[in-house]
């Protein structure tokens, strides 16, 4: 067994503490990553604070990994010593089920296995990215592209996915109008792959305060969705909605802006119920969907479309001993548009 410096919470709620995990011996589909970045991520934060439930404490979060292969297992073929690679949410599923052979690992049948606050089919729970080192299984280690940033590219793995996912499902996107709801971690990302994609992106934002950030990334158009009639001149308007908040919505006036046919997909994880007037889906044929990330085919796939068109995200690099200032800030939305840490730094 391998010991490497990591942060853990040991109750809900936090604080961070130094400690140290044990990672296993390589086996030989194996690789071992010494970690550069791990992405802060605001699931990170749900889980940590206790909204999802289901907390195995201590917990090391982390799922938005960039790193350094410094071994491979015997049976290892397509990764060597010093690539740079990334690991997303999950580690293991069990590759035999339907949703496995279709490439949809993330809805594993036997059960996914995330990277961290999960139990592995050995029963060896999982530990994150913040720490110094991980081993994974091959196949769920990306290769990075090449020129693609270690710290711009760490939240791609999870908020990158997760954005990509819906707009590729639901498109394809030239010439049609897509509104992105939130210039936030996933937001800002959102606005960039759509308008990659050829959409003419809308940003919504609850206020004036990122709309100059949001015509940078990419946006055409910049809405502020606070106040009852908000979203009143945008009446039939988008073909796509693509949801990145976590605070409910007003569904029937988001529902409005949508062309007959037109889907508002849901990326973001509110805690309260969603619920909207039959009519408002009725009058147009429209859909309320959701997206979770993607599997390891596609997300290679958004690997290299952003290094195609040069997207990574925009990031705030902080070290450890930021991480509970990083998580604070969070909570009270003060990031543009992404924390992620340096590795490096924890353990000293």
């Not at 498109?171 to 308008?195: C, E, F, I, N, T």
């Not at 990122?210 to 001149?233: C, E, N, S, Y």
């Not at 990031?335 to 340096?342: K, L």
């Amino acid at each position: 067994m391998m010991t490497t410096p990591a942060l853990s919470v040991t109750a809900v709620g936090g604080p961070f503490v130094p400690t140290t995990v044990s990672r296993r011996e390589l086996r030989a589909d194996d690789v071992r990553i010494e970690i550069a970045f791990t992405g802060i991520c605001h699931s990170d934060l749900h889980r940590v604070d206790g909204e999802w439930g289901g907390g195995i404490f201590p917990m090391v979060p982390g799922h938005e990994i960039t790193g350094v292969v410094t071994a491979v297992g015997e049976d290892v073929s397509g990764l060597r010593v010093d690539d740079r690679v990334g690991v997303g949410v999950i580690v293991n599923s069990c590759g035999e089920c339907g949703p496995c052979r279709e490439g949809r690992q993330q809805f594993c049948a036997a059960g996914v296995v995330e990277t961290y606050n999960s139990r592995d089919y050995d029963g060896s729970v999982t530990y994150g990215g913040y720490s110094r080192g991980i081993v994974v299984r091959e196949a769920f280690a990306h290769r990075l592209p090449e020129g693609m940033e270690l710290a711009n590219a760490a939240p791609l793995l999870c908020a990158g996915i997760t954005v990509y996912s819906p707009l590729r499902r639901w498109g394809p996107l030239k010439d049609r109008s897509v509104a992105v709801v939130g210039v936030g971690g996933l937001g800002h990302l959102g606005v960039r792959m759509a308008a990659a994609m050829g959409a003419e992106v809308t940003a919504v934002s609850r206020s004036t305060r990122k709309h100059a950030d949001a015509r940078r990334l990419g946006a055409a158009h910049v809405l502020a969705a606070d106040g009852p009639d908000a979203l009143a001149g945008a009446r039939d308007r988008f073909d796509l909605i693509l949801n990145t908040v976590s605070a409910p919505l007003a569904m029937d006036d988001h529902l409005a802006t949508l062309r007959p046919g037109g889907v508002l997909v849901n990326v973001g994880a509110p805690q309260a119920p969603i619920s909207c007037q039959p009519s408002s889906l009725i009058d147009g044929n429209k859909a309320i969907a959701g997206s979770m990330i993607g599997g390891l085919a596609e997300t290679g796939e958004m690997l290299r479309f952003c290094a195609e068109h040069g997207i990574g995200a925009q990031v705030e690099v902080v070290d450890a001993r930021s991480i509970d200032t990083a998580y604070r800030r969070l909570r009270e939305g003060d990031v543009r548009f992404r924390f992620v840490m340096d590795a490096s730094t924890i353990g000293k």
